[in-house]
C-alpha cells in the first residue's frame, strides 16, 4: 500500500523555523523517520513537500491515480485559508490525517480554524513531530485506509 505525505509551505525551514514553536527536527529527519517506520509497517511512504498551493492540489491528484490509500497532510498556514486544497481532498476521496506539530488551538485565534478538520479521519495537534509517526501507525494499520 502505497501512504502519501504532505508538508505544506514553509515546512521546508523545520529545525531552523521558530524551534521553540516547531522543535529542532528538520523536515529530512520527518521523512527519514516516516520512511524507516513505513517499511516496518509494511507500507510506501511517498513524501512531497510544497510551499505552492497549486502544487500540492496536483499532486493529490496524482496520488489518486497512482492508487494511494491514505494521505497525511499538515498544510501549514493552507490549514487556515485553502478552500482549493481541502476540494482536492474531497475531489480525490482519498481519506486523510491532519498533523500540527504545535498546538494550533493554544495560538493566535486565526490558527484555530481549519479548512481540513471537519473531513478529516483524525486530527493530531501540538504532539510536535511524533504526531507524524501516530498518524502513520494508524494509516498503516486502519481498515480506514485499506
Ligand atoms: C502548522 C500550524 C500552522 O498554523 C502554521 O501556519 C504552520 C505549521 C503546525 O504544524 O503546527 O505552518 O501547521
Redesign the pocket.
Known sequence: RRILLIN????NLLGT?EPS??GSETLADVVRIAKANGEKLGVIVEDYQSNHEGGIIDRIHRAKKDGVKGIII???????TSVAIRDALLGTDIPFIE??????HA??P??HHSYFSDKAVATI??LGIK?YEYALDFVATSPKFA
Open positions: 505544506g509551505p514553509n515546512l523555523r514553536v516547531y499538515n498544510p501549514g498556514a493552507y490549514t487556515h498533523v500540527h506539530i504545535s498546538n494550533v495560538r493566535e486565526f490558527r495537534v501540538g504526531g
